[in-house]
């Protein structure tokens, strides 16, 4: 071999390059025809084999129903009976109905995600065996002496004394160690090399990668998240238990209701809560005005939301008591004054009171006053130092998120998805404490500041100021509550309609009920239950100007659905010890005030069915407080009232009333109170007809958008629905059926206008709708209606706003998870319904059955005009003016490709309003129904400008939609057992083509761009990849294969910089690598070796010029990326090519790719080997195979790997020179240079030659982290391979590849070494000082010596010509106090239990690693010694036993190696003693150092080897050669004396004693 040689220049190593320089290696193969090939090749196959690792199952996307979970027992659904318009009945079938998911059935079955998500197996540490290491035993005499990593233990002497003496032996007089059996009878060869192997095999883990630290998932893109189920929104929830409420004096029945202000929003933010702790007593006072009692108004605990917390939030306690005749401050004044424990005449006032309030009770029940109330701020109680980051959290919940970062990203949703699935291990509101509230004074209500407005206001003060407490008159009393955090399964609780909430016991009498939000902000989370609630707020009333009579004023408030007076409906919410509903509500009573200021609540279930008779009806009355004879208790006043409904439409908002003073006139509820017109006789007003009574009306539904675009929308998509009566009213248009079309063109395209909450909270109905108009072609008056584009077109402006909303959040991949949830668990095909055609025209009875058309396809040179505008006009930046016109042409040419040959059979348009019934049906061609997923795709083909833009920026969206309406298609039209050739029709593969080719066009243009648009590229690309990954689940495998190679093609000829492009393709690939069929869409079964040699050279041997020679070609190309390979395992070798590609270019930037190429490969083995399906033997034989052309590509990138015996340690130390130090960070060492450069082993020992010396390309190093993940994909190649394989390669392989093969064993060993017990304790320094002062007087003496054994003693020390071999370098074994070991125990804070179980993983990782290589030396010897080459390898060999011996290992690591070096020493003693001496000196230097072991498993076998190894050097070498076998025997007595005062002296001593007995 010339040293010179040089390996052929690529053109990829430049950092630029066009796609004419591109080698012809990076070009994507033709792939096979997948589905021919597939079954050809399946009669030929192990039927066994095929069903243990899974066919494809024709039915692997399994289209289920998953009932939808319900919070509470029954789902929320309107009253009984009701009548229900299109709309209500759309909603409640939206909310109701079951959850439409597309399983992978075989997707996710392994172990691999579990271990991928939890890092390891819990069961893992039970099953592995516990390894021993050198470094970790410790003999405990009168000191704890530890060892390095690396080196043998340096222990004192017990006795303290440092110089030791022959007269310490006496080697008679001890016990020697049993030794081993057989040892001194003659073997045959093979007998030992077979007896070898089986106990290497024996008690060997499966499994390589459970022992592996996962590397960082930062490049994982294969993941895509499952969104998150929709559900109901909770906030944090508090649980307000009211368990006492005592005054002085017990007199009367009081009332209590609760409910939350936020001060600094100045808003309500909750409902009230209503009740009360009465005795049966005073229960007894209201019983003629109390009906019934039913359980629900029983409730004493309350459960609050906080989507928002906040220190300004208060929980306000108002109390109120039976009206009676008096001021608020009279009627208290008892309170303050009297005291029950007095006696005296403070009792004998105190019954008084009482048989007045039983008598005011018995009157005037129905009635209340204000009485008192009490703020309770919640930031007493709130964690303040964490309030802030959970309000974060609480936005990113909410759907708020502002941040583009992936990783912050992904934190993100990982705690959305942990709050919102409720973990047990979370609490829900960390923020607040459990905790007793106990009140002891209440604020007296004043009559003239009632209104919430005040009570904001006083709160304010009261938190700015603590004087104001005392301002103000205060009642002494007692309130006692418990405030802690909500489970979210909490028993026997009651949702806000008063349903029963999961789990609820029957023999519960007393439940907690929910209290409604009324949130600060936004909360953007779609409807997902039926809820149809309204709140009226009396606020004010301006009664000055009337009679005296209008004093204590109280307001009945009832809810009509007619004007008789029995058409009150009992849908207002009952209080505390009531029924759940009643007819009416009459408001407190402020004594004697002719404008009183409300504060009620009034709360009403809304009918599902509202007619323009549905109103709200608000009499107003005088209430007489004292007894008179024949007198009223109530004296009438006037009335008011508010329609329910105006133009259809909810009425929400302040309202200023007028009062009416007579009595209402017939058919007043059609109107509004300020706007009836005059009656006869006229109705006399108060004020004029001005508005004297304020009220405000607000509503919680998921029935009523409450936005115009929407209302209007729904409106007229169901006047298309039903058969309606023209004109329709919508809001103040009335709608002619001819105009209903341009109206409802018009009322999708402002869709899009809507505000983004009620849009977001009716998000699943209006896309459900929209994809219903896009596949319902209608017939309005006779003429044929198509809003396909129109629909589509609002769609795509729909995602656009959610994608750029700050509000809403999105996942690692950029997807709205919103949209994310709809597509997943709500989408599903729109129901085609043949029969809906407006009637309205005289030729409407003469239409086909059906009219079917197709919106939008147009001619191949329309479609490519309008594309390059689209283009020109949107681009970000339009000074590129060259690369838009690349784009451009290349655009056109895509479109006119792939539509110019169908455009005539399958164009067709839409039919203008004012075109006839014939024309439309003759010009296009109609078909019989239409596909959704054929519409859908179609549209994406024809659309133009912002929306085309839109469609590929957001194209993940439309792909996901697309496959799963694919799959429900396949699956409704029993599709599964059909060819997939003949599943989809030639037309939408076409369609799907061109959407791949031109998204593709599409990523390339924006690589191109800034920063922002190249992270949107990405985007866009991930999103085609699992496009296509899903798409190898329903179509023609080929087909997808050649959109594959399209793809990788397009993107090499479009892209200038070489790591962009592979950083691009990598993650595409990876993502298509992560299907859950790869391996059978590799064809990993059919056998590799029986695809033709391949013409052309493959990439490993474009580096090696002595493939040729290679014995058997078959064998070889299973090594090598061929195009055969690579046509058979298409998505393999791409892969393999891309990570060929990474390793040999050397462009900026190209470190991170080549990690995103090692990590995929790594990813891909991992699952492999943790999958159940190849658990089997032969299985994981076959899946190696697979990836046998990884070994060439490792071996071509030998000088870029990481050289562990320098950075770790085996070179210099941390604290060596500057010169040491440049010379450890040279990465790889001389021997390694001049190995690849064609030296033998056994010449590396006395070349004189330096790296620089060898014209070797200069190549990037990988980090270590890097080059561990590559090489531990080698070993578990070479572990689960076939072992016969591997000989016959090995035994053709040329010395240069033969000589790779060693030194990547080599590097092997220390890259995986034992590292030691991270948490074991400091080594003493007073021990390490004694310790080196000994060894440094032992090795000054015996390094004077001349001759044999000072040259022996210096090759100790630092082995000449090997800088593999610095390990007993003095700088790390004798300071190892300041290795980065100490420093990494220092900077970690682990357990000793994950401590314990990270030496355990590490230890069997480094005994299996060292095991795998072990294996792969057995079988070159085996391979070479057939092959009679082994002058060649035994150097090599012997080195990489020698650097084995050097490291720490485990006694079960050991004891095989010691076997293997014994079988080694009866099979080649000869050549090991005349030819490899300096290697066999090595040997019997680590030999000698393992006898004198304090483990006895290490010492017999070491003793065991050394007595081999002396008596067949014997027996070979003083026949012949006398003389030096005198000299080498007096070089090796120094170094065994130095061992022996470097170890225990039981060790020794014992090792002496067994050596003496042989």
């Given at each position: 071999?010339?040293?010179?040689?040089?390996?052929?220049?690529?053109?990829?190593?430049?950092?630029g390059?066009?796609?004419?320089?591109?080698?012809?290696?990076?070009?994507?193969?033709?792939?096979v025809?997948?589905?021919?090939?597939?079954m050809m090749?399946l009669?030929?196959l192990?039927?066994?084999?095929?069903q243990e690792?899974?066919?494809?199952?024709?039915?692997?996307?399994?289209?289920?129903?998953?009932?939808k979970?319900h919070?509470?027992?029954?789902?929320?659904?309107?009253?009984?009976?009701?009548?229900?318009?299109?709309h209500?009945?759309?909603?409640?079938?939206?909310?109701i109905?079951?959850?439409?998911?597309?399983?992978?059935?075989?997707?996710?079955?392994?172990?691999?995600?579990?271990?991928?998500?939890?890092?390891?197996?819990?069961?893992?540490?039970?099953?592995?065996?516990?390894?021993?290491f050198?470094s970790?035993?410790s003999?405990?005499?009168?000191?704890?002496?530890?060892?390095?990593?690396?080196?043998?233990?340096?222990l004192?002497?017990?006795?303290?004394r440092t110089?030791?003496?022959?007269?310490d032996?006496?080697?008679?007089?001890?016990?020697?160690?049993?030794?081993?059996?057989n040892?001194?009878?003659?073997i045959?060869?093979?007998?030992f090399?077979?007896?070898?192997?089986?106990?290497?095999?024996?008690?060997r883990?499966?499994?390589?990668?459970?022992?592996?630290p996962?590397?960082?998932?930062?490049?994982?893109v294969e993941i895509?998240?499952?969104?998150?189920?929709?559900?109901e929104?909770?906030g944090?929830?508090?649980?307000?238990?009211?368990?006492?409420?005592k005054?002085?004096?017990?007199i009367?029945p009081l009332?209590?209701?609760l409910?939350?202000?936020?001060?600094?929003?100045r808003?309500?933010?909750?409902?009230?809560?209503?009740?009360?702790?009465?005795?049966e007593?005073?229960?007894?006072f209201?019983?003629?005005?109390?009906?019934c009692?039913?359980?629900?108004?029983?409730?004493?605990?309350?459960?609050?939301?906080i989507?928002?917390?906040?220190?300004d939030i208060?929980?306000?306690?108002?109390?109120?008591?039976v009206?009676?005749?008096?001021e608020?401050?009279?009627?208290?004044?008892?309170?303050?004054?009297l005291?029950e424990?007095?006696?005296?005449?403070?009792?004998?006032?105190?019954?008084?009171?009482?048989?007045?309030?039983?008598t005011?009770?018995?009157r005037?029940?129905?009635?209340?006053?204000?009485?008192?109330?009490?703020?309770?701020?919640?930031?007493?109680?709130?964690?303040m130092?964490?309030l802030?980051?959970?309000?974060?959290?609480?936005e990113?919940?909410?759907?708020?998120?502002s941040?583009g970062d992936?990783?912050t990203m992904t934190m993100?949703t990982?705690?959305?998805?942990?709050?919102?699935?409720?973990?047990e291990d979370?609490?829900?509101?960390p923020?607040?404490?459990?905790?007793?509230?106990?009140?002891n004074?209440?604020?007296k209500?004043?009559?003239?500041?009632?209104?919430?407005e005040?009570?904001?206001k006083?709160?304010?003060?009261?938190?700015?100021?603590?004087?104001?407490?005392?301002?103000?008159k205060?009642?002494?009393g007692?309130?006692?509550?418990?405030?802690?955090p909500a489970?979210?399964?909490?028993?026997?609780?009651?949702?806000?309609?008063l349903?029963?909430v999961?789990?609820f016991p029957e023999?519960?009498?007393?439940?907690?009920?929910e209290?409604?939000?009324?949130?600060?902000?936004e909360?953007?989370?779609?409807?997902?239950?039926?809820?149809?609630?309204?709140y009226v707020?009396p606020?004010?009333?301006?009664?000055?100007?009337?009679l005296a009579?209008?004093?204590?004023?109280t307001?009945?408030?009832?809810?009509?659905?007619?004007?008789?007076?029995?058409?009150?409906?009992?849908v207002?919410?009952g209080k505390?010890?009531?029924?759940?509903?009643?007819?009416?509500?009459?408001?407190?009573?402020?004594?004697?005030?002719?404008?009183?200021?409300?504060y009620e609540?009034?709360?009403?279930?809304l009918?599902?069915k509202l007619?323009?008779?549905h109103?709200?009806?608000?009499?107003?009355y005088?209430i007489?407080c004292?007894?008179?004879?024949?007198?009223?208790?109530?004296t009438?006043?006037?009335?008011s009232?508010?329609p329910?409904?105006?133009?259809?439409?909810?009425?929400?908002?302040?309202y200023?009333?007028?009062?009416?003073l007579?009595k209402?006139?017939a058919?007043?509820?059609?109107?509004?109170a300020?706007k009836?017109p005059p009656?006869?006789?006229?109705?006399?007003?108060?004020e004029?007809?001005?508005?004297?009574?304020n009220?405000?009306?607000?509503?919680v539904s998921?029935v009523h958008?409450?936005d115009?675009?929407?209302?209007k929308?729904?409106t007229?998509?169901?006047?298309l629905?039903?058969q309606v009566?023209?004109?329709?009213?919508?809001m103040?248009?009335?709608?002619?059926?001819?105009?209903?079309?341009?109206?409802?063109?018009?009322?999708?395209?402002?869709?899009n206008s809507?505000?983004l909450?009620?849009?977001?909270?009716?998000l699943h109905?209006?896309l459900?709708?929209?994809?219903?108009?896009?596949?319902?072609p209608?017939v309005?008056?006779?003429q044929?209606?198509?809003?396909?584009?129109?629909?589509f077109?609002?769609?795509?402006?729909?995602?656009n706003?959610?994608?750029n909303?700050?509000?809403?959040?999105?996942?690692h991949?950029?997807?709205?998870?919103?949209?994310?949830?709809?597509?997943?668990?709500?989408?599903r095909?729109?129901?085609?319904?043949?029969?809906?055609?407006?009637?309205?025209g005289?030729?409407?009875?003469?239409l086909p059955?059906?009219?079917?058309?197709?919106?939008?396809?147009?001619?191949?040179v329309?479609?490519?005009?309008?594309?390059l505008?689209s283009?020109?006009?949107?681009?970000?930046?339009?000074?590129?003016?060259g690369?838009?016109?690349?784009?451009?042409?290349?655009?056109?040419?895509?479109?006119?490709s792939r539509?110019?040959?169908?455009?005539y059979?399958r164009?067709?348009?839409?039919?203008?309003?004012?075109?006839n019934?014939?024309?439309?049906?003759?010009?296009?061609?109609?078909?019989?129904?239409?596909?959704?997923?054929?519409?859908?795709?179609?549209?994406?083909?024809?659309s133009?400008?912002?929306?085309?833009?839109?469609?590929?920026?957001?194209a993940?969206?439309?792909?996901?939609?697309?496959?799963?309406?694919?799959?429900q298609?396949?699956h409704?039209?029993?599709?599964q057992d059909?060819?997939?050739?003949?599943?989809?029709?030639d037309?939408?593969?076409d369609?799907?083509t061109?959407?791949?080719?031109?998204?593709?066009?599409e990523?390339a243009?924006?690589?191109?761009?800034?920063?922002?648009?190249?992270?949107?590229?990405?985007?866009?690309?991930?999103?085609?990849?699992?496009?296509?990954?899903?798409?190898?689940?329903?179509?023609?495998?080929g087909?997808v294969?050649?959109?594959?190679?399209?793809?990788?093609?397009?993107?090499?000829?479009?892209?200038?910089?070489?790591p962009?492009l592979?950083?691009?393709?990598?993650?595409?690939?990876?993502i298509?690598?992560?299907?859950?069929?790869?391996l059978?869409?590799?064809?990993?079964?059919l056998p590799?070796?029986?695809?033709?040699?391949?013409?052309?050279?493959?990439?490993?041997?474009?580096?090696?010029?002595s493939c040729?020679?290679?014995?058997?070609?078959?064998?070889?190309?299973?090594?090598?990326?061929?195009?055969?390979?690579?046509?058979?395992?298409?998505l393999?070798?791409?892969?393999?090519?891309?990570?060929?590609?990474?390793?040999?270019?050397?462009?900026?930037?190209?470190?991170?790719?080549?990690?995103?190429?090692?990590?995929?490969?790594?990813?891909?083995?991992?699952s492999?080997?943790?999958?159940?399906?190849?658990?089997?033997?032969?299985?994981?034989?076959?899946?190696?195979?697979?990836?046998?052309?990884?070994?060439?590509?490792?071996?071509?990138?030998?000088?870029?790997?990481?050289?562990?015996?320098?950075?770790?340690?085996?070179?210099k130390?941390r604290t060596?020179?500057?010169d040491?130090?440049?010379e450890?960070a040279?990465?790889?060492?001389?021997?390694i240079?001049l190995?690849?450069a064609?030296?033998?082993?056994?010449?590396?020992?006395?070349?004189?030659s330096?790296?620089s010396?060898?014209?070797?390309?200069?190549?990037n190093?990988?980090?270590?982290?890097i080059?561990?993940?590559?090489?531990i994909?080698?070993?578990?190649?070479?572990?689960?391979?076939?072992?016969?394989?591997?000989?016959?390669?090995?035994?053709?392989?040329?010395?240069?590849q033969?000589?790779?093969v060693l030194?990547?064993?080599?590097?092997?060993?220390?890259?995986?070494?034992?590292?030691?017990k991270?948490?074991?304790?400091?080594?003493?320094?007073?021990?390490?000082q004694?310790?080196?002062?000994?060894?440094?007087r032992l090795?000054?003496?015996?390094?004077?010596?001349?001759g044999?054994?000072?040259e022996?003693?210096?090759?100790?020390?630092?082995?000449?010509?090997?800088?593999r071999?610095?390990g007993?370098?003095e700088n790390?074994?004798?300071?190892r106090?300041?290795?980065?070991?100490?420093?990494?125990n220092?900077?970690?804070?682990?357990?000793?239990?994950?401590?314990?179980?990270?030496?355990?993983?590490?230890?069997?990782?480094?005994t299996?690693?060292n095991?795998?290589?072990?294996?792969m030396?057995?079988?070159?010897?085996q391979?070479?010694?057939?092959a009679d080459?082994?002058d060649n390898?035994?150097?090599?060999?012997?080195?990489?036993?020698?650097?084995?011996?050097?490291?720490?290992?485990?006694t079960?690591?050991?004891?095989?190696?010691?076997?293997?070096?014994?079988?080694?020493?009866?099979k080649?003693g000869?050549?090991?003693?005349?030819?490899?001496?300096e290697?066999?000196?090595d040997?019997?230097?680590?030999?000698?150092?393992h006898?004198?072991?304090?483990?006895?498993?290490?010492?017999?076998?070491a003793c065991?080897?050394?007595?081999?190894?002396?008596?067949?050097?014997?027996s070979?070498?003083?026949?012949?050669?006398?003389?030096?076998?005198?000299?080498?025997t007096?070089?090796?007595?120094?170094?065994?004396?130095?061992?022996?005062f470097?170890?225990q002296?039981?060790g020794?001593?014992?090792?002496?004693?067994?050596?003496?007995?042989?």
């Open positions: 071999l010339q040293p010179t040689e040089q390996l052929p220049q690529r053109s990829i190593s430049t950092p390059f066009s796609s004419s320089s591109l080698p012809q290696f990076y070009d994507a193969v033709e792939p025809d997948f589905e021919g090939f597939l090749q009669n030929n192990d039927s066994d084999l095929l690792l899974g066919d494809f199952p024709e039915d692997d996307l399994d289209v289920a129903f998953t009932p979970e919070r509470t027992l029954q789902p929320s659904l309107p009253e009984e009976g009701a009548e229900l318009d299109l209500v009945r759309d909603c409640v079938q939206t909310y109905r079951d959850w439409l998911v597309v399983n992978r059935k075989n997707q996710g079955n392994n172990e691999t995600f579990i271990f991928k998500k939890k890092g390891s197996r819990r069961d893992l540490h039970k099953t592995l065996q516990k390894q021993t050198e970790e035993i003999d405990y005499s009168d000191t704890n002496c530890q060892a390095g990593p690396r080196h043998l233990k340096i004192c002497d017990e006795s303290g110089t030791l003496t022959s007269g032996f006496d080697l008679r007089s001890l016990q020697p160690d049993p030794r081993l059996t040892l001194l009878q003659h045959n060869a093979e007998d090399e077979r007896q070898n192997e089986e106990a290497r095999q024996s008690n883990p499966a499994e390589l990668f459970v022992l592996y996962g590397i960082d998932e930062e490049d994982a895509r998240p499952v969104p998150e189920c929709p559900k929104h909770l944090n929830r508090i649980l307000v238990k009211v368990q006492a409420l005054f002085e004096i017990e009367e009332f209590l209701s409910a939350l202000y936020d001060i600094k929003e808003k309500k933010i909750s409902e009230n809560f209503h009740c009360d702790l009465n005795s007593q005073f229960k007894g209201l019983r003629m005005h109390t009906p009692i039913d359980s629900s108004s029983q409730s004493r605990a309350a459960v609050f939301s989507t928002y917390p906040s220190p208060y929980l306000v306690v108002k109390i109120e008591k009206l009676q005749q008096g608020i401050g009279d009627c208290a004044e008892p309170y303050m004054v005291k424990s007095e006696g005296g005449k403070s009792k004998d006032k105190i019954e008084k009171l009482k048989a007045q309030a039983e005011f009770c018995q005037l029940g129905k009635y209340r006053m204000p009485f008192a109330w009490v703020p309770i701020n919640l930031a007493n109680f709130f964690n130092s964490t802030e980051r959970e309000v974060a959290e609480s990113v919940l909410n759907g708020r998120s941040t992936r990783r993100q990982r705690r959305l998805s942990e709050r919102s699935v409720g973990s979370a609490p829900t509101t923020t607040f404490k459990t905790t007793t509230i106990t009140i004074t209440f604020f209500q004043e009559g003239d500041r009632l209104s919430d005040d009570l904001l006083f709160l304010a003060d009261y938190k700015r100021s603590s004087s104001l407490q005392r301002r103000v205060s009642i002494p007692l309130l006692k509550l418990e405030m802690l489970p979210e399964a909490l028993p026997c609780c009651l949702s806000t309609e349903l029963q999961k789990p023999n519960r009498s007393r439940p907690h009920k209290v409604l939000e009324f949130p600060v902000r909360i953007y989370v779609p409807h997902i239950v039926y809820r149809n609630l309204l707020y606020q004010r009333l301006n009664f000055a100007n009337r009579s209008a004093r204590n004023i307001i009945k408030i009832q809810f009509m659905c007619g004007e008789d007076p029995t058409c009150a409906m009992p207002i919410f505390s010890s009531g029924p759940e509903f009643v007819q009416e509500v009459c408001t407190p009573v402020t004594y004697h005030n002719k404008y009183p200021d409300f609540e009034v709360k009403i279930k009918p599902a007619t323009e008779k109103h709200l009806l608000f009499t107003f005088h007489s004292q007894p008179k004879q024949e007198a009223c208790v109530e009438l006043l006037g009335y009232w508010l329910i409904l105006l133009n259809d439409r909810l009425q929400t908002s302040q200023c009333l007028p009062v009416a007579d209402l006139p058919n007043y509820s059609m109107h509004s300020e009836i009656q006869s006789p006229p109705i006399k007003w108060a004029g007809h001005k508005g004297v009574f009220v405000e009306v607000q509503a998921s958008a409450q115009n675009h929407l209302e929308f729904f007229l998509c169901h006047a629905e039903s009566a023209f004109p329709i009213r919508v103040n248009e009335k709608i002619t059926e001819a105009t209903l079309e341009h109206e409802l063109k018009l009322s999708i395209i402002c869709l809507s505000r909450e009620p849009l977001v909270l009716f109905l209006v459900d709708k929209l994809f219903q108009l896009a596949v319902q209608m309005i008056a006779g044929t209606a198509n809003f396909s584009q129109f629909a077109e609002s769609v795509v402006a729909i995602v706003s959610l994608h909303s700050q509000d809403l959040s999105k996942d991949h950029g997807r709205n998870c919103l949209l994310a949830s709809y597509v997943y668990y709500v989408f095909l729109p129901e085609v319904q043949r029969d809906i055609v407006k009637l309205g005289p030729s409407s009875g003469s059955e059906s009219r079917y058309y197709t919106y939008g396809r147009t001619s191949a329309s479609v490519g005009s309008r594309l505008k283009r020109a006009t949107s681009c970000s930046n339009p000074d590129i003016a690369i838009q016109s690349a784009t451009d042409e290349e655009i056109t040419s895509i479109m006119s539509v110019a040959d169908r455009c059979s164009m067709s348009y839409y039919s203008e309003p004012s075109s019934i014939a024309s439309a049906c003759t010009s296009p061609r109609p078909s019989t129904k239409k596909h959704f997923h054929e519409e859908l795709a179609l549209q994406m083909v024809v133009t400008g912002m929306v085309r833009e839109s469609v590929f920026k957001y993940w969206f439309f792909f996901e939609l697309l496959v799963k309406s694919m799959a298609y396949v409704n039209m029993d599709k059909i060819p997939r050739r003949s599943r989809f029709s037309r939408f593969k369609d799907i061109t959407i791949v080719n031109v998204v593709t066009s990523v243009a924006l690589l191109v761009k800034p920063q922002k648009e190249s992270e949107q590229a990405e985007k866009i690309n991930i999103s085609l990849a699992f496009f296509l990954y899903d798409l190898l689940s329903l179509m023609d495998r087909f294969f050649n959109l594959i190679k399209h793809y990788c093609n397009q993107l090499s000829n479009k892209l200038n910089t070489l962009t592979i950083s691009m393709r990598l993650e595409f690939l990876r298509l690598c992560s299907h859950e069929h790869y059978n869409l590799n064809l990993f079964f590799s070796g029986s695809a033709p040699t391949s013409p052309s050279p493959s990439l490993s041997s474009q580096n090696s010029s040729s020679s290679f014995q058997d070609q078959k064998i070889a190309n299973m090594f090598d990326l061929t195009a055969d390979y690579r046509q058979q395992h298409f393999t070798g791409l892969l393999f090519t891309e990570l060929a590609a990474a390793l040999d270019t050397e462009a900026e930037g190209i470190s991170r790719v080549q990690r995103k190429a090692i990590s995929a490969i790594h990813s891909l083995l991992s492999h080997d943790l999958d159940k399906s190849c658990r089997k033997p032969e299985a994981k034989r076959k899946v190696a195979a697979l990836y046998l052309p990884l070994i060439g590509i490792i071996l071509d990138a030998l000088p870029q790997l990481h050289d562990f015996t320098v950075s770790d340690g085996r070179g130390g060596g020179t500057l040491e130090e440049q450890a040279n990465p790889i060492s001389q021997n240079a190995a690849i064609g030296n033998q082993f056994n010449v590396l020992r006395t070349s004189g330096s790296v010396t060898v014209p070797y390309k200069q190549a190093i990988l980090s270590p982290e080059t561990r993940c590559l090489l994909c080698f070993l578990w190649i070479m572990k689960n391979a076939d072992q016969n394989l591997i000989k016959k390669w090995i035994s053709d392989l040329p010395s240069v033969l000589n790779r030194d990547l064993l080599f590097i092997c060993v220390p890259a995986f070494e034992y590292k030691g991270q948490s074991s304790d400091k080594v003493s320094t007073q021990v390490l004694k310790s080196r002062d000994v060894k440094a090795e000054e003496a015996l390094l004077r010596g001349e044999a054994r000072g022996m003693m210096r090759r100790c020390r630092m082995p000449a010509g090997n800088d071999f610095p007993l370098n790390l074994r004798w300071k106090e300041q290795t980065h070991w100490r420093q990494a220092e900077r970690l804070d682990k357990t000793k239990a994950e401590f314990d179980q990270e030496a355990l993983l590490s230890g069997n990782l480094a299996e690693a095991l795998i290589i072990l294996d030396q057995e079988n070159i010897i391979a070479c010694s057939a080459c082994r390898l035994m150097g090599g060999v012997l080195k990489v036993l020698v650097n084995s011996l050097s490291c720490d290992q485990s079960t690591f050991l004891t095989h190696c010691f076997a293997s070096l014994r079988t080694l020493i009866v080649f000869d050549l090991l003693f005349e030819e490899e001496v290697q066999c000196a040997i019997c230097q680590r030999v000698l150092q006898c004198s072991s304090s483990i006895d498993t290490t010492r017999i076998q065991a080897t050394l007595y081999l190894l002396m008596r067949y050097s014997f070979s070498t003083s026949v012949r050669y006398p003389h030096w076998y005198q000299s080498q007096l070089a090796a007595q120094p170094v065994f004396v130095l061992s022996l470097s170890c002296t039981t020794c001593a014992s090792s002496a004693a067994i050596l003496q007995g042989l």
